[in-house]
């Protein structure tokens, strides 16, 4: 349920495309809904928390409008995968992480 929310949050913000105020509002929910998800991983997976940490690293100290469209659409493949996954093991946590990287989300960058 929560998967999907987020999923949807960043559907609407690829639809919004240039409308910062609304493409802003659908990522900010993508980003409160992760931390619902971070909150639910003692009941999942290890690799489960482990992949939401790195989402929500994605998130930090940027804005809306510093995520181009195919950094989005990488969000978005990574959150079907995750929602569709029954259950997360190390292998499609590798994965999911190098398509992050392949889709221009450097989820190892330093913050300040």
Known sequence: MLLQSCLSSVDRALDYGQDF???NNALEHAKDTLCELWKL???REEPFGEIVNLL???FLERDAE???DHQLAALRRVL???A???ELDDE???SITVELLQGGIDV???LD
């Open 21 to 23: 105020f609304l493409r």
């Open 41 to 43: 991983r003692s009941r």
């Open 56 to 58: 929500q690293v994605a």
């Open 66 to 68: 510093s995520f181009t």
């Open 80 to 82: 079907e995968r995750l």
């Open 84 to 86: 569709d996954a029954a």
């Open 92 to 94: 499609l946590a590798n």
């Open 108 to 110: 190892f960058r330093e």
